[in-house]
DNA sequence: GATGAATGAGGGTTCATTCAT
DNA sequence: CATGAATGAACCCTCATTCAT
């Protein structure tokens, strides 16, 4: 049966400070793992310890291990909307390229912080329930780039949107898969890429 | 430790007709398995049980649930590895839009077959030591492609043939979550954006 | 390949009261299993079962069957150390054979405790890498024995030693396994034994 | 439940020259495997295979693994039973020193022909119920060693030829393990210890 | 007889989760 | 609330033995 979810729930607001802390660490160390040894390492026990919190305690902050995913991926949404929206608000009165040039930046950056773990999340998040808020995060992110889009004239922006985004992903996994750390050149790459595509589009 | 590529060859070559058919009916039996359940429901009692037969009997052919992994993959490659050359025969003298949408059905087509089975597998390959064979059937794909961008005056035709199948697989892949089955429209997009991506260049 | 060293390492120092209970009912557990059964009738689910205790708990505490084991030869070695010291001790200032004698009935004492245990206990030494403690103590006590040796005026008195013990360790096996249960009788012949052949050597 | 003797026999007298040769070969195979893998390390289908034969067909020659087991016990113990015949037999008429040397020398060659091999056998043996003829064996060659000591004087021969016998195979089973491959040496050491025991006993 | 494919009980180990203290 | 001991379902894999061909 697939997980509810409400189980995906974070098991109570933390309101102390103290409360609040353990659960950052809790989510650090879970991000650390991820990174660094890769998603099928991760497990409670290990979360616990390298948080320093007992396994008891984790429980008390999450109801289950994929709570602390669910939690994780949250997180990423947030901060990936934060940067699109920024990246969007600074591009509000440029040209198309420019416009392009700072979204793809936005998305380049966030994959090269975190190589691992955002793959590793991006590929959690597609075989799990999505709770409310993840949900509404990754629409609004599409909101905003379809909204560029189609400000910017292009044709069928929602799908341009899908794909666009799928092409800088693909990309950018693979040259970091292949070792690549040059951000300039993959930052070249990228506007090629969603430009020629763009661009194809409308001609 | 990382499992040593010796555990990744099967065990034993079949001699006699029964077991040939063994054999398969294990592969068979995972393949459905990962596309229907994914990757980590795959384990090798529950590939023995949809198989037919014995955990012992998987365990004569395969010396482990990676090496039936690596056994899907070599397979997924060879069929790849086909189906690219014979793009590439086809494509030998048109020129660069028919040659690339040739490449790209190729590919597209190779996805649609068995979507959530290419993508996992690829996914497990990049998690593997991977056998010799693999890796030449790789390598070889790369070449052709490499082959082709080159003599359609492609610069840098490495790396371009890295982008461009990441850039497909991206938008492949995304679309497919998306519930999207739409051959030609999806080949269109493709097209599109690989020669968007490669006319950008040399322009 | 050997297993490492570190899979022979207790996993975890049981804090609480309960769980120094829970590690000791293990070692115990496997104790009588070895002793009652054999070696080879040793497995941790049988184990676990016998001790009370459920599998997950055993592997709280030993990484695996063969730290168990290791546990129970450290802990030989601990006992048989400490009775070797207090028999040197104790003929410290004897003459020949009464020193001998001393020592002899404190090895023959540590067999007849769990006869089939230390057997198969020494077996399995001999087919696992040891840890440090547990090499340490096989040192200590045989420099212990060396140094009475050669305060008796023995002539290559570490060569000496070996014999001696495996003289001993020999007769006392084969008498067990034969149902001789006479402690007086046994010392006896060891002794004659052990004399015998230190008279011979200094003849 | 104990297994029964009649498992432990060959399954049939193989008449033809053939089957007696393969009968060997599954017997040389099984030697190999235990001298230099340990008797942990056998298995039918290694022998088997190693032998140069179906699984299937060393089933024909033998009812089961232990039934291999016993017939290379019944082989060790009838080739230590001609040694020990033919050293009595040339020490008929010597004195107890000579005779001693001779029986010594002929246990020596025994351990020292196939070193882990009669230790894991004479470990097999004693977890397995032996055959009648293996008892036999066992009982002439105790008989063989008891008369010699008998006539030699020796008192309480039965105890004394079990004992001597032991202390043999204690020190020679020490000093394998520790490397030594001396054979004079040890016949030295051993004669010792033999001599020494005897002449304790009748001072 | 010979072959080797197939079987499945048995044993090792992990890890998400619960619960007594 | 925190702790960490305990649980056991779920997996991985081996190997003695059987049986259809």
Request: with cysteine.
């Given at each position: 049966m697939?997980?509810?979810i409400a189980a995906l729930h974070p098991r109570k607001r933390p309101r102390q400070e103290r409360s609040r802390r353990t659960c950052a660490d809790i989510l650090a160390a879970a991000s650390d793992i991820i990174e660094v040894k890769g998603l099928s390492a991760l497990n409670t026990n290990l979360v616990a310890e390298?948080?320093?919190?007992?396994i008891g305690s984790l429980y008390q902050y999450f109801p289950g291990k994929n709570a602390i995913l669910a939690a994780l991926i949250r997180e990423m949404r947030r901060d990936m909307l934060a940067d699109i929206l920024s990246a969007v608000d600074?591009?509000?009165n440029q040209d198309l390229a420019?416009?392009?040039g700072l979204l793809v930046d936005a998305s380049l950056r966030h994959h090269l912080r975190?190589?691992?773990l955002s793959e590793a999340l991006e590929r959690?998040?597609?075989?799990?329930?999505?709770?409310?808020?993840?949900?509404a995060l990754k629409s609004d992110k599409a909101a905003l780039i379809v909204g560029v889009l189609d400000r910017l004239g292009i044709e069928n922006p929602r799908q341009a949107a899908m794909d666009v985004f799928a092409m800088c992903h693909g990309i950018v996994h693979t040259a970091?898969?292949?070792?690549?750390t040059d951000f300039d050149d993959l930052s070249d790459r990228l506007r090629r890429a969603v430009t020629g595509y763009l661009g194809a589009g409308t001609a």
């Amino acid at each position: 049966m697939p997980e509810t979810i409400a189980a995906l729930h974070p098991r109570k607001r933390p309101r102390q400070e103290r409360s609040r802390r353990t659960c950052a660490d809790i989510l650090a160390a879970a991000s650390d793992i991820i990174e660094v040894k890769g998603l099928s390492a991760l497990n409670t026990n290990l979360v616990a310890e390298r948080a320093g919190v007992s396994i008891g305690s984790l429980y008390q902050y999450f109801p289950g291990k994929n709570a602390i995913l669910a939690a994780l991926i949250r997180e990423m949404r947030r901060d990936m909307l934060a940067d699109i929206l920024s990246a969007v608000d600074r591009g509000k009165n440029q040209d198309l390229a420019s416009a392009i040039g700072l979204l793809v930046d936005a998305s380049l950056r966030h994959h090269l912080r975190h190589p691992a773990l955002s793959e590793a999340l991006e590929r959690a998040e597609s075989e799990m329930p999505l709770d409310a808020e993840t949900q509404a995060l990754k629409s609004d992110k599409a909101a905003l780039i379809v909204g560029v889009l189609d400000r910017l004239g292009i044709e069928n922006p929602r799908q341009a949107a899908m794909d666009v985004f799928a092409m800088c992903h693909g990309i950018v996994h693979t040259a970091l898969q292949a070792g690549e750390t040059d951000f300039d050149d993959l930052s070249d790459r990228l506007r090629r890429a969603v430009t020629g595509y763009l661009g194809a589009g409308t001609a």
